[in-house]
């Protein structure tokens, strides 16, 4: 069992368009403080067997100019590295799938005994399908960033519940995994609207995004 409702209502979800080296650019980012010191999150988010444990095998050198690649998914470079110094602490990767480039920025920053966790995902707006924006949304990727937070909450103990990253593919088609994506979807398209999106544009990608996770009919 996993704390769902309480998983959702903990992360922050954002949208904008900004422009970043001279390029117009969408911007996707998450938040959520885990009740972890700054040292302890910084490990689960770069040692590769914790990374395991909560997300998915990783390979590489994962220092400062190195290549790291995620099983079966996106590789890519890491630009920045600045371990926990104080009360802050970041790494910068491109992340690089299907041919295409964008880039993810993790920061850390301590709240007392609390550790609060930003993950922020650019990519250049021209470098988005249309088709695929206008049909998912933010949700196509935002979705799949709720999940790895909620891995992470998971193995910081965070949100009760357990749940691996092998049993996430079936646990997406349970009531408590549809439950999850409902809500996930939900709030990228909330997060959307925010930014300006028409209200009923957004809901039918959330409505898209969902049954593509889950592959269920909108409810």
Do not use: K
């Amino acid at each position: 069992m996993v704390d769902v409702l309480a998983q959702l209502g903990a992360v922050t979800r954002e949208v904008r368009v900004d422009e970043i080296d001279g390029a117009e650019s969408r911007v996707q980012s998450l938040s959520q403080t885990y009740r972890s010191p700054i040292d302890d999150v910084w490990d689960a988010v770069t040692d590769p067997e914790r990374i395991a444990r909560w997300f998915m095998p990783v390979s590489g050198d994962l220092r400062l100019g190195g290549r790291y690649q995620l099983e079966g998914n996106a590789g890519g470079e890491v630009l920045e590295c600045e371990p926990p110094e104080g009360d802050a602490a970041r790494y910068r990767v491109t992340w690089e799938f299907g041919g295409g480039v964008t880039w993810l920025t993790v920061r850390l920053v301590a709240e007392g005994d609390s550790t609060r966790f930003e993950l922020e995902h650019v990519a250049r707006a021209a470098d988005v399908p249309s088709e695929m924006w206008e049909t998912f949304g933010p949700g196509a990727t935002g979705v799949g960033w709720d999940g790895g937070l909620l891995g992470l909450a998971l193995h910081l103990g965070a949100t009760d519940g357990s749940l691996s990253p092998a049993e996430a593919e079936a646990w997406a088609g349970t009531d408590e995994g549809r439950s999850f994506y409902r809500g996930a979807a939900d709030g990228w398209a909330a997060a959307s609207v925010a930014d300006g999106a028409d209200a009923e544009a957004a809901a039918r990608q959330a409505d898209a995004t969902y049954g593509f996770y889950t592959g269920a009919p909108a409810a």
